[in-house]
């Protein structure tokens, strides 16, 4: 769990250095943290961790999908990253099984099922 909780430290840092450099690295950057947040929502689902520490992962997800959601050119970047109907579905599974259900992220992956 700390090196969950070491990596989204990290990428929100790296996060917030890119986007003083340039819209490449924001997006980067950006695309790296919805990886490491994909990663974690199939952890979080898989039951890997359970407890104190898989409440904590879960609080981690829910807090950084509520900043995207929340955050307009935060969820265009979002938008923007999904390349696929399968991209990110990890994030989908999991705001739907926590019950996110009025999600703007949710509504907008929902867009790209078939």
Not at 1 to 24: C, G, H, I, K, Y
Not at 25 to 49: I, M, P, Q, Y
């Amino acid at each position: 769990m700390l090196t969950a909780s070491e990596a989204f430290r990290n990428a929100w840092v790296a996060l917030e250095r890119a986007e003083q450099v340039s819209p490449d690295a924001h997006k980067a950057a950006f695309t790296d943290l919805l990886n490491l947040v994909e990663a974690c929502c199939a952890v979080s689902l898989d039951g890997l961790l359970v407890g104190r520490s898989g409440t904590l992962l879960r609080k981690n997800l829910v807090g950084t999908l509520v900043l995207i959601d929340r955050t307009p050119s935060a969820y265009a970047l979002f938008a923007n990253a999904m390349e696929t109907p399968n991209t990110f579905e990890e994030i989908r599974r999991f705001l739907a099984a926590t019950q996110k259900d009025q999600s703007q992220l949710l509504q907008g992956l929902s867009a790209y099922d078939k």
